[in-house]
């Protein structure tokens, strides 16, 4: 058997899939570009029936890859295959991932099927995906609660129609590792060479990459698994968790490995974060806030004397860098270019001269830039939609009797709009004069706002959840040094958002 574990990300579909990450276009194809560069082997790019959108996004990211694997997520009839075939088609490498459920729960009251129709069913869609790529996964959705006998014969119709990959999905994350352990076991010995055995794990009971981990141990070749664990409820296996678990527990794991590039692993988790609007907890292995932080006395002796006392990875593994270097309004070009690269992004020409740009603004308004600064200056850049409106002055007056009152002025393409409004606090007053302005009335479902780093200072990120006119509701985020000033961008960024949905 193979030492190599492929690493099948699936962010961009079951990780839109959590509550409120939904993802447009140029974001997924973004975020593909990284996943590239991050070394996935395969990625799940959408479920290409599920929406024009999704298909568009699939077709994009199929087009702009190079190496990586392309797939999309088919449920077991024709026409969501043939929309996967055709969306993951440019792509030099594609996949279709076709999948039925296989529990008596599932069979009998969500299909409503005996277990010889979801097979035949089962065996006919793979043998139409083969028409389209010789690459098919095949997943028995609901696994871990199928039974082993019924999971055989299924498995065994699918391998004869052609499946290479077999997934077998703790789908409500229910399973725990002894028992993945022992069910991956069979399994994998009983398919033996004839497919790769791949796990999916959710983490309902907070199993998900535990799980992975025993079901690698178990012979399972394939994980699928999303940046920073997003995906449905409680989320999928984390990537960063069961990456830098290989890696760093080689003797227990005996010569398996995976092809990622580790120190593309922080940067990708902040990408997913802005994207998303959604933070990693500050005590979230591998890649949360304080996962490299040292807060006990005792800890922090220990780790000055020798690092792995209490450091079982270093936070460079991952692309954490700190070299102490903090930039300032007196640094060049050269030195933010080098900063830049050191925490691995690599800008052409045009991207430099707007990240020096944008450097030069906050070096104005504030002493000290530190990594965490640029690194949320870059990645604001790389989200950029196309812009509809731009916010150009704010005033705002907060006031602990009476109303609050804020004043925008506002370019919208070639006009200058200027309007005033009074609200219950300032961000209330901002979000009613962007209403005015655009003419159109946004619902806010969430607002979140954050420092990006330390000293009374520090730029505040700003993450909104807006709905406007009855329609799905878009994610906007907004920086700045002035928190209101943040908080109105993000507001705006919702709203180009939501403009560009519409084209
Ligand atoms: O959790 C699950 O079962 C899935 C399948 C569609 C693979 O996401
Ligand atoms: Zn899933």
Redesign the pocket.
Known sequence: MDNKIIIFD?TL??GEQSPGASMNTEEKLRLALQLEKLGVDVIEAGFAAASPGDYDAIEKIAQSVNKINVCS?ARAVESDIKAAGMAVNPAKNKRI?T?IATSPIHMEFKLKKTPSEVIKIAQNAVKYAKTFTDDVEF?C???GRSEISFLKEIVDAAIEAGATII?L???VGYRLPNEIYNFIKIMSDYVANKAIISV?N?NDLGLATANSLFGVMAGARQV?CTINGIG?RAG?AALEEIVMAIKTRKDEFKGLYTDIVCKEIYKTSRLVSSITGMEPQANKSIVGKNAFLHESGIHQDGVLKHPETYEIIKASDIGLENDNIVLGKHSGRHAVKSKLEALGFELNDDELNAAFERFKILADQKKDIFDDDLRALITDEMIKIPEVFEVITLSSNSCNKGHSSASITIRNKDKIISDSALGNGSVDSIFKVVDRISNINGVLKDYQVKAVSSGKDAMAKATVKVQFEDKKAVLGSGLDVDTMLASAKAYVAALNSYFNLKK
């Open positions: 699936t579909r079951d997520l991932h999948f997943s959705e609901d696994a997934n999905p703790d789908t999916h959710h699928e449905e999928n």
